[in-house]
């Protein structure tokens, strides 16, 4: 159990278009979904928290208008990068916490986009 | 200042021995929980181990162990008897106080050799 995919699995786009990345809980239901980025041989830095039904919660830095979160249900969250360029080009990697979960040990990760801006 | 800090950038390590790989943390919070997550070529985070702050017993899972020493604030992941398919990128995070969201240290990659 405690499956979380995403999709797509990597992505190229040209430099401006927007591109839309979906992160699922399949047999979960989750209140929080995290999404993180990732560049080549470094760490996971968190961008934002969205909650389902309310608007997202950004990291410091980050900007909201770019990186469209939209969290419509208790199993989707997406997220869109907007006019993508090539310094967006990085690791997306989503986490959901299960509902009514009480471990802290109770986020679970998707296997990550990768999304490369020409 | 690093809320997480993972010194070995690279380490190997012949199949079957044990390695340990380090990590020292820093917090005021006496609530706190410890997490190591390995992360293969294909890019997904692997969950391996958690530790509480006021777990009085080290962590264990499996051929993983968490060797929590407190009052170094360090908390190293020891690998037994290591498998060709553990060579990946080993990262250590932290949550502090009620919050569930970990922050994360830069990695250490791991190479087992046959």
């Known amino acids: 159990g405690a499956v979380v995919s995403q999709h797509p699995s990597w992505v190229i786009c040209k430099s401006g278009t927007s591109v839309k990345i979906e992160c699922r809980s399949l047999?979960?239901?989750?209140?929080?979904m995290f999404w993180y980025r990732q560049f080549p041989k470094q760490s996971l830095m968190l961008m934002a928290t969205s909650n389902e039904g309310s608007k997202a919660t950004y990291e410091q830095g980050v900007e909201k208008d770019k990186f469209l979160i939209n969290h419509a249900s208790l199993t989707l969250s997406t997220l869109t990068v907007t006019s993508a360029h090539p310094e967006d080009s990085s690791f997306y990697i989503c986490?959901?916490?299960?509902?009514?979960?009480?471990?802290?040990?109770?986020?679970?990760f998707g296997p990550g986009t990768r999304l490369t801006v020409l | 200042a690093q809320k997480i800090t993972q010194t070995q950038p690279g380490m190997f390590v012949q199949e079957k021995e044990a390695v340990t790989l380090d990590c020292t943390y820093d917090t005021s919070d006496q609530s706190y929980g410890l997490f190591w997550y390995k992360q293969p070529s294909s890019g997904e985070m692997i969950f391996l181990i958690y530790q509480g702050s006021y777990d009085e017993q080290n962590a264990t899972e499996g051929r993983y162990s968490l060797n929590f020493q407190k009052a170094r604030k360090s908390a190293n992941l020891v690998i037994s008897a290591s498998q060709l398919g553990d060579s990946a990128m080993y990262f250590c995070a932290m949550r502090e106080g009620r919050s569930y969201i970990p922050t994360f240290g830069r990695g250490t990659s791991l190479i087992v050799h046959p």
């Open positions: 986490s959901a916490k299960r509902l009514g979960g009480s471990s802290y040990n109770e986020q679970f």
């Open positions: 047999d979960f239901q989750a209140t929080t």
